[in-house]
């Protein structure tokens, strides 16, 4: 069967400290954002994906106009811009000079938002909703489709995990729909709507979307009970919220006039920049990028809603690459027929390993090795070759399963400053085992008094064989420390439970040593 393809015209991670200062103010650690109460539910339907292939069909089909009206997107949203009331509202001034005064926190945000910039003003417009609205996710994450925060908040349009699972944007250890750029817009829109309509009003639909359409909601009652004017800007309300428009009105001023205010705005193409695909299986992202002639990294920043090295195994498979890239994806893709787009590691079974160990440790799921590798049941006997998916930067590391012998099962209470890698350094247990073991998502926050059930490792005993602990010096780096002490940069960073390379002076890592090295190496430290 051809692969299933489905192309429609559309189109950094790290937050640095001002701009988190500048767009943060709004990462929700109130907990309070999009209330969806039993009693304040607004009636939307669900997004899926489909819903996204239409609205990209529609862009596709306005281009060409568009287009012609300016080859600059911010010059388009400009002439959307449809707020009027309190521009210059007291409150305001206090947050254009902020702005002024932090201009990289702009000059972030819409380098960040340029993939998808064409595609949220598109459906802003197609609402006939104000134009401003695409400047909110610079106030809510700065664009950044990582942005989490400490109340769970995500993506750039900042949804609580609750108010995600009621617009369907599902989240796993595979993906996680809020922080999907395309899924998450058409869903933060909806609401939105359904805010104004409730309230008639965009500064009260978004100060809702902010605070909580209820809590907005007993603030007007409330100024309403005293014969007191019921207008966002005479509502009693928190910082958060009272800030939370006087900073859009604020951007509104820059970007409409971005040389009064000695601000740079780069300018958009104003043309879809990314293409959708559905490959029709799960994917690996260093494969498709190989054959799309791209970058891996390049490939994730533009999908952020994956999680892992994989689109998922049985949920969401479709992916954005830039329109460029997609002929010669799709005539690779062509040629690939029904073959897996997962690349493989072979891996050889152990005593007392069972088939769910081995796909837990190696990310995917039991089915998945069941048709890797032909197989009828979950049967499978000590020396067996296996199949494993492995991605690009793994391929070569060996997966380390933990047998049934492994340590008993125990619950542990987390304490007050616990971090899964701290768990993970007094257990022994990697941290995707922890994740796994406990059903914990990428973004789960530990809390002090939680119960996580843990299997303690043979503290003397490692996968090699000796375990040491070994104090970083300056200048050490995990390569250095690797080739020291005979082992792989991939085997340290398993061993201590690290995500990066990243290490500093003074930390202590785990070292699992060969019995043959042992002296020799002991020598070579003395």
């Known amino acids: 069967m051809r692969p299933r393809l489905r192309s429609r015209l559309t189109t950094a991670l790290t937050l640095g400290l001002t701009a988190m200062f500048a767009s943060a103010c709004s990462l929700h650690d109130s907990g309070r954002t999009l209330d969806t109460s039993a009693a304040d539910q607004p009636i939307v339907e669900p997004r899926t994906t489909e819903d996204v292939q239409a609205a990209m069909d529609r862009q596709s089909r306005d ?30 001034e206090r947050y254009i000079r902020h702005y002024r005064d932090h201009p990289r926190v702009i000059e972030h945000s819409t380098r960040r938002a340029e993939p998808f910039a064409y595609f949220i003003l598109s459906e802003i417009e197609a609402r006939d909703m104000p134009a401003e609205l695409l400047l909110l996710p610079i106030i809510e994450s700065g664009f950044v489709a990582q942005a989490t925060s400490h109340s769970r ?32 817009t058409l869903a933060a829109l909806d609401y939105i709507q359904a805010l104004h309509r409730r309230f008639d009003d965009w500064y009260l639909a978004l100060a809702a979307y902010n605070y909580g359409q209820g809590n907005i909601q007993r603030a007007i009652d409330r100024n309403a009970a005293r014969g007191e004017p019921t207008d966002y800007w005479s509502l009693d309300l928190p910082a958060e919220p009272t800030a939370y428009i006087p900073r859009l009105l604020a951007l509104r001023h820059l970007f409409l006039d971005p040389d009064a205010h000695d601000i740079a705005i780069a300018p958009i193409a104003n043309e879809p920049a990314l293409e959708m695909i ?64 997962i690349r493989f590691r072979e891996y050889t079974v152990r005593a007392g390993d069972n088939l769910g160990r081995i796909a837990e440790q190696a990310g995917t799921r039991v089915a998945v090795l069941r048709d890797m590798n032909s197989l009828d049941d979950d049967v499978i006997r000590a020396g067996q070759t296996l199949r494993l998916p492995a991605s690009a930067s793994d391929k070569d590391d060996p997966v380390q399963v933990a047998s049934d012998n492994g340590g008993p099962t125990e619950d542990y209470e987390v304490q007050a400053g616990d971090s899964l890698w701290h768990i993970s350094q007094r257990t022994g247990m990697s941290i995707g085992a922890l994740r796994a073991a406990n059903d914990l998502e990428p973004d789960a926050v530990l809390r002090p008094g939680d119960s996580l059930k843990v299997v303690h ?52 890592l785990t070292v699992y040593l060969a019995s043959a090295d042992r002296e020799t190496l002991a020598q070579g430290d003395a």
């Open 278 to 341: 559905e490959p029709g299986r799960q994917a690996d992202f260093s494969l498709v990028a190989e054959l799309a002639d791209l970058d891996t990294e390049t490939l994730k920043k533009l999908n952020p809603g994956y999680h892992r090295h994989a689109t998922h195994p049985g949920g969401a498979q479709h992916l954005f690459v830039p329109r460029e890239a997609l002929p010669t994806l799709e005539t690779a893709l062509e040629t690939r027929d029904d073959e897996p787009l």
């Open 63 to 92: 281009a060409a106009q568009r287009a012609a009206e300016t080859d600059d997107l911010w010059e388009r949203a400009r002439l959307g811009f449809g707020f009027n009331d309190a521009l210059d509202h007291e409150r305001v």
């Open 457 to 508: 490792a043979d503290p003397d005993r490692g996968p090699d064989g000796q375990r040491i602990e070994y104090e970083v010096r300056p200048g050490d780096s995990l390569s250095t420390i690797a080739r020291r002490h005979q082992v792989s940069i991939g085997d340290l960073r398993r061993w201590n439970g690290l995500n990066s390379d990243g290490i500093r002076a003074g930390e202590t």
């Open 153 to 184: 908040a995500a993506g750039i349009w900042q949804f609580m995990p609750a108010t995600g699972d009621y617009f369907d944007l599902s989240r796993d250890h595979w993906y996680d729909g809020r922080r999907d750029v395309y899924k998450s």
